[in-house]
């Protein structure tokens, strides 16, 4: 309890903070200036991060790889930095998500790596204003420092984005969760900066037998921003399953002259694409930017159809802002790469939990303001990065960001409905905790995220020798995520949207004939069904 007092207390002081400093003067310019600075950027984070930071567990793997500062300096100016972190990809130098997530111990040339909470913290950014926490074991998640220059910098890339989209013209509606995520909040402190408030907020609330303090502390924080110049609207809590209240807002403001821009993630603006054509609601023209979650060609179809347009962007909260699609990426899941705030390449591998070979993406860290410093840090994420394929005409590419990052999906962690949680999370769940609860061994149940004719669905395949009844076993399912860190508003955001479904089928199996608990399917999955 007095950890989320202090918590909150600390994220009301931000946000004051934050009101109070005036925005970038010349977001343009800030760009620019951090892709021209790329080399020195990360060398000056790696310099007092990693090689002045024996905690850091890069201390040892530089060790490891005898590579010193001096060397490391030489090596970016002779090669350049891309080619570099490659190099030292190969020498070792490198994090997967289970490691940085303490999950598994770090192994380096037969040596096991001390890591401890917090380990990967950028010490420049001590005094952040706020937090942001992901994910993470059944204590605690991963918690992001957010300084002031980080949020400046966002709001920069903000405005860009804004004037890409012609925004200005177009009411803001999120449709986002309320606390402990903190995506919902965020917007309404930071629209009117922006030159874009937010004029309506949907979100799913949850009981209040099960949300009642999370409602509480997210009206505390409205009521507090507002004291401090926003114009932070407060919730409109949706009914269970229910998405036509949006459908109904969009297609009355469009009736009166005020197209919408709706931001959120893919699977609820799917189901507000389906709640209007169901309803017979004219709401073409809406904007939809989305995040969190893959956006599948099914995804965008379904928002398509409606005479919508609907754009990707790509945020990693331990990261960055990996990127933002323009308005030629208009197929495919694509965005712009941000290389003004991150280094990325591609390593092939093999993926957790699965045979399927993917192309996972290495991150690195680039800004003084990064949450934490990280050198070829997997977030198991997969997709390609090359030349943006948008004509060069946009916002992003006048700026000099003229890379793209294509075919994202994520292999390692479920993120239906943009509530991301560790696959390795849910091991000890599907292979202990329901077979004890049920009967059965590891194998017997099986969780697969699949694309559903509406939203991203889970479904939980039970082996049928299990006798239980369908319902049980998801009442049972919902309620053991919710003691993960962040499975809790996973849990409402599934339940809301009846994402979870319970089917008494065979399980899938990989091509080698092997069972694995969580089948996550990606583009690039290989999967049979064992009948």
Not at 28 to 47: G, H, K, M, P
Not at 71 to 94: M, Q
Not at 215 to 223: A, I
Not at 331 to 353: I, K, W
Request: aromatic share 8%.
């Amino acid at each position: 309890m007095w950890d989320e007092i202090k918590f909150y207390s600390k994220m009301a002081w931000g946000v004051r903070q934050f009101l109070h400093t005036p925005p970038i003067a010349d977001p343009e310019a800030t760009i620019r200036r951090n892709l021209a600075q790329r080399d020195s950027n990360f060398l000056s984070l790696v310099e007092r991060g990693v090689f002045q930071n024996p905690d850091s567990p890069y201390h040892a793997m530089f060790q490891l790889a005898g590579c010193s500062f001096e060397e490391l300096s030489a090596e970016v100016e002779r090669h350049g930095l891309d080619p570099t972190l490659v190099r030292l990809r190969h020498a070792g130098v490198y994090l997967t998500h289970d490691e940085f997530k303490g999950k598994t111990p770090i192994l380096r040339a037969g040596r096991e790596i001390p890591s401890r909470e917090g380990a990967f913290r950028n010490p420049q950014v001590a005094n952040a204003l706020s937090e942001g926490i992901s994910s993470g074991s059944r204590s605690k998640g991963t918690r992001s420092p957010r300084s002031l220059a980080r949020l400046l910098e966002r709001e920069a890339h903000s405005k860009i984005r804004n004037r890409e989209f012609g925004l200005a013209s177009r009411i803001r509606i999120e449709l986002k969760p309320i606390l402990p995520s903190g995506t919902g909040l965020g917007p309404g402190q930071r629209g009117l900066r922006e030159g874009h408030p937010v004029d309506r907020w949907f979100a799913v609330g949850g009981s209040i037998a099960d949300s009642g303090h999370y409602r509480f502390v997210t009206q505390c924080l409205v009521w507090w921003s507002r004291l401090h110049g926003t114009r932070a609207p407060s919730p409109t809590y949706l009914p269970p399953n229910d998405f036509s209240a949006v459908a109904e807002y969009i297609a009355r403001r469009r009736r009166e002259g005020s197209p919408a821009v709706v931001h959120g993630f893919p699977s609820p603006a799917v189901r507000v694409a389906a709640a209007a054509d169901h309803l017979g609601l004219d709401i073409s023209g809406t904007l939809f930017l989305v995040g969190g979650e893959a956006l599948t060609t099914a995804k965008r179809a379904a928002i398509e159809q409606t005479g919508c347009e609907v754009y990707p962007f790509y945020p990693i909260s331990e990261v960055a802002a990996i990127g933002h699609a323009c308005r030629g990426m208009n197929h495919g899941n694509c965005v712009h790469f941000f290389e003004d705030q991150v280094a990325a390449f591609v390593h092939r591998r093999r993926a957790p939990l699965s045979d399927a070979e993917v192309n996972a993406l290495q991150f690195t860290s680039l800004l003084p303001s990064s949450p934490h410093v990280l050198i070829n840090a997997e977030m198991d994420d997969a997709g390609l990065i090359g030349p943006a394929q948008c004509g060069g005409q946009c916002e992003y590419s006048r700026l000099g960001l003229t890379k793209q990052v294509s075919e994202i999906f994520s292999f390692g962690k479920l993120t239906g409905q943009g509530m991301t949680l560790v696959g390795t999370d849910l091991l000890k769940l599907l292979e202990e905790i329901l077979p004890a609860r049920f009967g059965g061994a590891p194998g017997d149940f099986q969780l697969v995220e699949r694309e559903g004719d509406a939203q991203t669905q889970l479904t939980l395949l039970v082996n049928p020798r299990i006798a239980a009844a369908p319902d049980q076993i998801r009442d049972c399912f919902l309620r053991e995520l919710k003691t993960f860190y962040g499975g809790s508003l996973a849990s409402r955001m599934w339940s809301h949207a009846q994402g979870v479904e319970v089917l008494s089928s065979e399980p899938y199996t990989t091509r080698t004939g092997k069972i694995h608990a969580l089948h996550l399917l990606g583009p690039e999955a290989e999967v049979i069904h064992a009948s």
